[in-house]
């Protein structure tokens, strides 16, 4: 396996378990704040734009990016926030 692979692997790897670390938090209800979901809409972001170089070359990048994708929609749906208001 070549070191640029093995990179490739370790950063797709890395963010894959940070999105669903943030996933496990929403599910649990630990990120019922706007504010707070906002900001990590917007590390998402950042997320994305770090894995879109292995897009084109990993499949497995295009599967997180998509995750990372479907995760900052639901963290800024209208719905989710009205359905489970702060305490």
């Known amino acids: 396996m070549s ?4 990179m490739a692997e370790r950063v797709i790897s890395y963010f894959d378990e940070e999105f669903e670390s943030i996933r496990d938090q929403l599910e649990s209800g ?6 707070e979901r906002v900001i990590v809409s917007r590390k998402i972001d950042e997320a ?8 084109r070359s990993e499949w497995r990048a295009r ?13 800024l749906s209208v719905r989710d926030i009205i359905s489970n208001p702060p305490i």
């Open 3 to 6: 070191e640029e692979t093995n």
């Open 30 to 35: 630990q990120l019922l704040d706007y504010k």
């Open 48 to 55: 994305l734009s770090r894995l879109s170089p292995y897009v």
């Open 63 to 75: 599967q997180v990016v998509k995750s990372g994708e479907t995760l900052r929609e639901r963290l």
